[in-house]
Structure formats: C-alpha cells, structure tokens
C-alpha cells in the first residue's frame, strides 16, 4: 500500500516521490546507469543525435508558424515569409537545414563505430535493429521534408523516388498514383508529405529513441576493447568507493560531463555552418520555384542517399531496384550475417578489418559517383563500386565463419 505523508509540502521532492518515484527513477536512468570507462569520444555520438533531434524539433516548431503547405504558396512562404519577412526566420531555416544535413552525417559515425567495435553482437541485436529504424525513419522525414519547399529539387526528386514505387516491369502506376494522390506531385502529394513531416515521422522517432535507448539498458554499452564487464560486480566497487578500481562510471554526472565536452566541440562546428556555410545543406536547383513541364538536366538526392541511389543508377531497370531493395535493407541483416563469436575492434579481427574498410571507402566512393552525371569513366567506376558493395554484404558470412576466436573476445 502506497504512503503518504499528508504533511508533505505540495510539489516538494517528499512530495513528488510519494507519487512519481523520483528517486527510483533518477538511480535507474541516471546515477546508477552504468558505462565502462574504456569508450572514446566515439561514444558521444548518441547524446549528440539526441541534441541535434531536438534542435530539428524546435527550430521546425518556429518554422511551421510561417510556412505554407499548398503548391502556389509553400515556395514562398519559405523563400521569401521566413527567409525575409519573419525576425530571425532566416536563422531558424538554417538551423533547420544545417541539422538536417549533419544529422545524417553523425549517424554514419554512429552506425561505423558500432559496426568497427562488434557493437551489435551478443545481446545487442535489439539495439542495432532499433537503430536501423531510426536511421529508416529519419530518411523518410528528410525526404519529407525536402518536399515542403515546392521548388525544382523537391518536384522532381519526388517523381522519381514516387516513380521507384512502380516497382520496374510490373508497371504498378496504380500504386504510384495512390502515394501521390493525384497523377503527378500536386496539391494532394503536397499535404500528405508535409502531414507526415510534422506530425507522423516525428511521433514515431520519439517512439523508436525511447526503444533504443531501452534496448540499450540491459546490455550496456559495448566498448574499446569488446570486454564483456560484469557490470553489477564493478557498480558495487564504484560504490564502495573504489573508483580507481572499477572498470565502470555513472552516467550522471560522471559520463555526461564528458559527453557534454564533445558536443561543445560539436555545436562549434555545426554552428560555423549555421552562420557561415548553410548552402552545404541547401541545393541551388531547389531555390527554383517548381515546374512540371522544365525537368533539371541532372536529378539526385541528397548527399546522405547518393549512396544508395548509385546502387540503383548503373543497373537495367529491373536489376537496379533489386540492388536498391538490397542496399536498403542488408544492414538490418548485419547482427545475422557477421557469424564470428568475437566481440572486438575490427583492427583486431584480421579478414573483417578489410571487410569494414573496404565497405567504408566504397560508400564514399559511391556518394561521391552518385553527384556525378552518369557518362564515361563515372559510370564504370560507379558499377565496380555498386558491385563491391554488394559482394562485400554476400562474402560477410564466409569471412567471419573462417575467423579464429581472440582470446578475451568471446
Ligand atoms: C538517430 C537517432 C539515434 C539516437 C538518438 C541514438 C542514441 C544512442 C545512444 C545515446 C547510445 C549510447 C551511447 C553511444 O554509444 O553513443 C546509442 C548506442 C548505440 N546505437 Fe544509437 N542512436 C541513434 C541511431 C542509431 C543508428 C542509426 C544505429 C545503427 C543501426 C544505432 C546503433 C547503435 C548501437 C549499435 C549502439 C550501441 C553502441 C555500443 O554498445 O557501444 N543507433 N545510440
């Protein structure tokens, strides 16, 4: 039976605990969380996700004031309303837009530095699936999001990813047309992608970092080394005061002061671009209000999906949305596909260092052949890298079977 105290203070902290467990809660989340000491700065990655999710929600909260979701006004209700009309418009768009692009950046990192440490192996499978949901979902809302402008960019790369729809000789126009609402992006196109920028995809990414994060509760987090920590026994050295001794830190405040240092060092950067370089997140193409009947001479995504969209690109129809379809879903398989029993940096596990390697510079390979126009030399080099990424995911399996356990990594 619950107490309380009817002496209590209203509001005070006996007060709150009696009814929200706040005690309990903040030991839980928070000073009894633990973390091993051996992480680098790599793992601030998260916090930094979350701060910048954040920055993306308040900046868009300010920007919805002023924009306009209909195809004769959104161009201007961003171009000229915000950017000229509103007091700070202009700030919050390039807050808006810079987050948007460095986000997808920090989740490169955060998903590379998981895939180099084994981050994904025993009993932190959950944490790479929700992961992949995020990283999922955040396009979806990019995407969305690149649509509300109304300008050349936003018309015609939401014809051809609508178009992918059709799913290549099936011809499914149907389909096409009932994403679309109409035949072509219009009007109906045009509220359904700013109602799932706003309001849909930003519900569920709550939701999903909610999950992350509860997925990452039991596990804990990995670190340098892949050592498997009893983190029970190393709590209740930290808390005999053996800290020295204890291979684990609190959360609060002992691994959040850290984690605070390194997105003082982040916001640095990302602010410099707010004020100094936003057109690295803003196309020229999209400052053209759109036309239906004037196609751009060269259509691509944005540097974050030029990855994949090389995959689709050097392809017949038919096989390019297979390969696409693969590179879409492959790393979801990652947890399943990577069969070695080691948990440890990949410079320790000797055919997979290669493997990590070569996937990491044949995606920058492909990002950088995706902006490019598909002739000539780039277009070879764009199929070579399309077909390695896709060898490297079908040999995965094979490479880390053959893998000989490391002592203290299993
Ligand atoms: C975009 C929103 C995301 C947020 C807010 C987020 C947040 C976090 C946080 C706070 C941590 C713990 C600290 C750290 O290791 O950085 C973490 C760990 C982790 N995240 Fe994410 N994450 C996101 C996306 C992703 C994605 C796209 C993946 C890849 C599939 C991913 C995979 C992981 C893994 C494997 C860990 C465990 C790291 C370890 O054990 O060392 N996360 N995440």
């Known amino acids: 039976m619950a107490h309380f105290d009817p002496n209590a203070r209203p509001f005070s902290h006996q007060w709150l605990n009696e009814r929200l467990a706040i005690d309990t809660l903040k030991r839980v989340l928070s000073t009894e969380y633990w973390i091993p000491k051996n992480i680098n700065f790599l793992w601030a990655m998260g916090m930094i996700l979350a701060a910048t ?151 569920i990414i709550m939701a999903l970092i909610v999950l992350h ?40 405040p002992v691994f959040l002061s850290k984690d605070v240092f390194v997105m003082g060092v982040y916001f640095i950067f990302y602010f410099y671009l707010v004020f100094y370089h936003f057109e690295f997140a803003m196309d020229p193409v999209n400052f053209d209000p759109a036309d239906p009947l004037k196609t751009p001479p060269h259509i691509y995504p944005e540097w974050y999906f030029l990855w994949s969209y090389e995959i689709l690109r050097p392809f017949p129809k038919d096989p390019g949305l297979i390969a696409f379809g693969f590179a879409q879903v492959i790393f979801f398989l990652l947890p399943f596909l990577d069969r070695s029993p080691n948990v440890a940096p990949a410079s320790r596990r000797k055919p997979f260092r290669c493997w990590f390697w070569i996937l990491l510079v044949d995606m920058i390979v492909l990002t950088i052949m995706g902006k490019l126009p598909p002739e000539g030399i780039y277009t070879t080099i764009g199929t070579v890298a399309a077909w390695v990424f896709i060898l490297l995911w079908v040999a995965l399996p094979f490479i880390t079977k053959m893998e000989k356990p490391i002592r203290g990594a299993k």
């Open 53 to 203: 999710f954040g920055i993306l929600l308040i900046s868009g909260i300010f920007l919805l004031m002023y924009y306009l979701p209909d195809t004769k006004q959104a161009f201007d209700s961003v171009n000229y309303t915000i950017m000229s009309e509103v007091g700070y418009g202009w700030l919050w768009r390039h807050m808006h837009g810079v987050a948007a692009s460095v986000v997808f950046l920090i989740i490169y990192i955060h998903m590379f530095t998981g895939i180099y440490y084994g981050s994904y192996k025993r009993g932190r499978e959950l944490i790479w699936l929700s992961g992949m949901l995020l990283f999922v979902t955040f396009s979806a809302e990019a995407f969305s999001g690149y649509m509300l402008p109304w300008g050349q960019m936003s018309y015609w790369a939401g014809m051809v990813i609508t178009n992918l729809f059709s799913l290549g000789s099936l011809d499914l126009q149907g389909l096409v047309e009932w994403i679309r609402g109409d035949y072509v992006p219009g009007q109906a196109f045009l509220g359904r992608f700013f109602m799932l920028h706003v309001l849909l995809m930003p519900l």
């Open 213 to 252: 994060f509860g997925t990452l509760r039991i596990p804990h987090v990995n670190n340098q080394d892949g050592e498997e920590i009893d983190f029970e026994a190393e709590a209740e050295k930290w808390k005999a005061g053996k800290r020295k001794e204890s291979k684990v830190i609190p959360f609060n």
